[in-house]
């Protein structure tokens, strides 16, 4: 086409844009973007920066014909931060250590519970809902954190990649409506409250504790490690002694 | 009222607990808090694979980063945090990809939805529960309850 003497050529640019790192990082930040601002105009928890984010780009995706592997080549850039992130998370462990050392049996009794919990009725349920074995095996290992779940999908016969997009789900739940669940039902120990998100909604529940308070911040953090290490124990023990 | 006063003076700790200025980046001896994160990073990751344990290298990571900083004793602003507490901030952005990755599968969603539906919330619904029950039980009378 030709404009004003210049030949546009919008083939090759938008070869080059596909290609390009460029496009996923401009649309994760600018989905993030937009789900804070929401989040900060409306005050509301249903609009989750993650949830928001996914709302907003997996129709550009589809509209603009950007496949998911086109769009980890710059998201990809993004989620390899995941890891320091985690890391990072010894820092409300350390402000609030006071706390966390007098509250070692509570913290371990809170997360084998709900963790154990977790798995049994993550298989019964899906059974309940007419699910497959491999649909109850993939939801089973979906409170860990991602890159235990996925590894315990692996393990047991589940679908790896389903159960990442659970486990991002039951996050993104715990983000949403944890609080509101906690309030309902009269639980309003800072600390068994971290104790509870961490158990089963991990790094984005924990996300939310940390803007409740450093206090529930800090035992979801914790439990969010500990929920991890009790899952990748439960769940192949469950499966050999038949209670899942 | 009272709850969007509580939530008012909540949002104000939390601006005083996390917000960093350019300012603090303008130092550049901030930049230590990013080096000492992803060193521990590191080393968790080899240390599980040199071991063969099976468990993520980044857990291990913040185990050691705890270690240091246990040792160290820093302050809030001190240069070891800075560079957490601005990705602790912001974390939610790291899990977006992820979360977009839901389109991969979203056939296979849509045809199972009720089990997954089902599954999900349920489970997620008694875990909560029971893990905030038994755990507010033990913590009850310990008189240290912040």
Request: hydrophobic content about 55%; aromatic content about 6%.
């Amino acid at each position: 086409m030709t404009m004003l003497g210049f030949e546009l050529q919008g083939r090759e640019t938008w070869d080059w844009l596909q290609a390009s790192p460029l496009l996923g990082v401009t649309l994760t930040f600018g989905g993030y973007a937009a789900g804070r601002w929401l989040h900060a105009k409306t005050g509301s928890p249903l609009f989750q920066p993650v949830l928001v984010a996914m709302v907003l780009i997996i129709p550009v995706l589809g509209i603009s014909g950007v496949s998911y592997s086109e769009y980890l080549r710059g998201a990809g850039y993004i989620s390899f931060w995941l890891g320091a992130a985690t890391v990072a998370l010894a820092l409300p462990l350390h402000f609030e250590w006071h706390l966390i050392r007098k509250a070692a049996l509570p913290v371990a009794a809170g997360v084998v519970a709900g963790s154990l919990v977790s798995v049994v009725a993550a298989v019964l349920f899906t059974e309940i809902g007419g699910g497959t074995r491999e649909l109850q095996l993939t939801m089973s290992p979906k409170a860990a954190t991602t890159p235990v779940s996925i590894a315990l999908s692996t393990e047991i016969g589940g679908i790896p990649a389903l159960t990442a997009a659970l486990t991002i789900l039951a996050g993104i739940t715990g983000a949403v409506c944890g609080p509101w669940v906690l309030d309902r039902i009269g639980i309003s120990d800072l600390r068994a409250r971290g104790i509870a998100m961490g158990t089963v909604s991990h790094g984005i529940g924990t996300a939310r504790a940390l803007q409740q308070s450093q206090t529930e911040g800090a035992f979801s953090a914790l439990c969010m490690g500990l929920s991890a290490i009790a899952t990748s124990v439960i769940v192949p023990v469950a499966l050999a002694w038949g209670l899942a | 009222m009272r709850k969007e006063r509580n939530a008012a003076l909540a949002a104000g700790r939390n601006e005083r607990e996390v917000v960093v200025s350019t300012g603090d980046f303008a130092n550049p001896t901030r930049i230590v808090g990013l080096v000492v994160l992803l060193g521990c990073q590191l080393m968790g990751e080899v240390a599980v694979r040199l071991t063969a344990f099976d468990f993520p290298g980044a857990v291990v990571g913040m185990l050691l980063f705890l270690g240091v900083l246990r040792l160290v004793k820093p302050n809030l602003s001190s240069n070891l945090v800075v560079a957490p507490r601005l990705m602790l901030k912001h974390v939610n952005l790291l899990f977006i990809p992820a979360g977009v990755g839901i389109v991969v599968h979203v056939n296979r969603v849509l045809d199972n939805a009720w089990p997954l539906a089902v599954g999900l919330w349920g489970s997620w619904l008694v875990g909560l529960v029971v893990s905030g029950l038994v755990a507010t039980v033990l913590l009850r009378g310990d008189g240290t309850r912040p």
